[in-house]
């Protein structure tokens, strides 16, 4: 009978002591953050599987496709960010004449400052950063120059483009093509 009571005073105590009071629950105000909250929200978190090499070529191959896409991203992204500023200031452009002579000016300026630049890229480099633009804005470079400028400078462009073994129309697929799901990883691990 001790032995029960012993019991059933243990059971009590043990229940007061490791239960959480309801009524009493801890809040944190989060620094720039006016209200207190129960809980503390988390930024999401993506894990990747590392890329399998199924050959030693293949792993070499990774690396050099590594030094080209850090070389000429940069660009891509220059690309991407001055498409949207220019779609925003075409926006505030109301007459169509107006637009073109704004695209046009544009383009002779972009020509004078990059043209030197994107002259000594190789020809990979320069179908890594077609890959990259579409990356980038999501439409290709063909898409791009045939809506900023018209079809007959796009296909112009894409038959220069052609003679160097470069095509403007290239899109971005890493999930089928093993060449864009390095450049993805390359990119995801260099946090660019």
């Known amino acids: 009978m001790r032995l029960i009571f012993c019991f059933i005073i243990l ?3 043990s229940k007061n002591v490791f239960s ?3 009524n009493s629950s801890v809040y944190f105000k989060i620094e720039g953050d006016s209200v207190y909250k129960k809980e503390i929200d988390l930024k999401e978190v993506v894990l990747y599987k590392p890329v399998k090499f199924k050959t030693e070529k293949e792993r070499l191959d990774y690396f050099v496709l590594k030094r080209k896409v850090t070389k000429v991203f940069p660009y891509a992204k220059m690309a991407s960010e001055r498409l949207s500023k220019l779609n925003t200031r075409l926006d505030k452009i109301k ?3 107006k637009q073109k002579k704004y695209i046009r000016l544009l383009e002779k300026f972009l020509q004078e400052e990059l043209t030197a630049e994107l002259k000594r890229l ?4 320069g179908q890594i950063l077609v890959k990259l633009i579409y ?12 809506e900023l400028r018209n079809g007959f400078r796009a296909f112009t462009y894409n038959t220069i483009a052609k003679v160097f073994k470069i095509s403007l129309k290239e899109s971005y697929d890493p999930l089928n093509v093993r060449e864009d799901l390095f450049i993805e990883d390359i990119l995801r691990n260099l946090n660019l």
């Open 95 to 97: 007459s169509k004449r």
């Open 135 to 146: 990356r980038e804005t999501g439409s290709t470079a063909y898409s791009l120059v045939r």
């Open 122 to 125: 190789t020809r990979t480099e």
């Open 20 to 22: 959480q009071d309801e």
């Open 11 to 13: 059971t009590f105590i």
